[in-house]
């Protein structure tokens, strides 16, 4: 990812980092639902699939997401990520093992880059393809 790292992205293991690793886990659920084919296919076919499968998704604003599951939700939704990253996203999730040992390496790093970025691979492929998305970086690690 382009940019600096250095600035300390972290969730502390409370109550409240379990409902986000929660979150965290719904979220990339989202992405892992939507096949191959469809995000192959381009924007306007995974924007097509997300309406046939996810009309719900469609109907909030920006403004109605909550935490990190509704941001990536809304991120997929209003196609402002293209269907390329989402893909390249999905191939991480399914090269660390699926998406619960995702959220499982995320939390065992303390959600912080600087741990995030030493467990190297797609480990540190996936949280900076994460990170550089603001809105998910918000909801999702601060």
């Given at each position: 990812?382009?940019?600096?790292?250095?600035?300390?992205?972290?969730?502390?293991?409370?109550?409240?980092?379990?409902?986000?690793?929660?979150?965290?886990?719904?979220?990339?659920?989202?992405?892992?639902?939507?096949?191959?084919?469809?995000?192959?296919?381009?924007?306007?076919?995974?924007?097509?699939?997300?309406?046939?499968?996810?009309?719900?998704?469609?109907?909030?604003?920006?403004?109605?997401?909550?935490?990190?599951?509704?941001?990536?939700?809304?991120?997929?939704?209003?196609?402002?990520?293209?269907?390329a990253k989402i893909l390249k996203i999905k191939k991480l999730?399914?090269?660390?093992?699926?998406?619960?040992?995702?959220?499982?390496?995320?939390?065992?790093?303390?959600?912080?880059?600087?741990?995030?970025?030493?467990?190297?691979?797609?480990?540190?492929?996936?949280?900076?393809?994460?990170l550089g998305i603001a809105a998910v970086k918000q909801k999702?690690?601060?």
């Amino acid at each position: 990812m382009e940019g600096d790292h250095d600035e300390v992205v972290h969730l502390d293991h409370t109550d409240q980092g379990g409902d986000r690793r929660a979150d965290l886990e719904q979220g990339l659920e989202l992405i892992s639902e939507i096949p191959d084919p469809v995000l192959l296919a381009g924007d306007a076919a995974s924007h097509s699939w997300v309406a046939a499968n996810h009309l719900e998704l469609l109907r909030g604003t920006r403004a109605d997401i909550v935490g990190c599951a509704g941001a990536i939700a809304w991120l997929i939704a209003s196609t402002a990520i293209p269907a390329a990253k989402i893909l390249k996203i999905k191939k991480l999730i399914d090269g660390l093992g699926g998406v619960a040992k995702a959220v499982q390496l995320f939390w065992g790093a303390s959600f912080k880059w600087e741990k995030i970025q030493a467990l190297g691979g797609a480990a540190a492929a996936l949280g900076a393809e994460l990170l550089g998305i603001a809105a998910v970086k918000q909801k999702c690690f601060s």
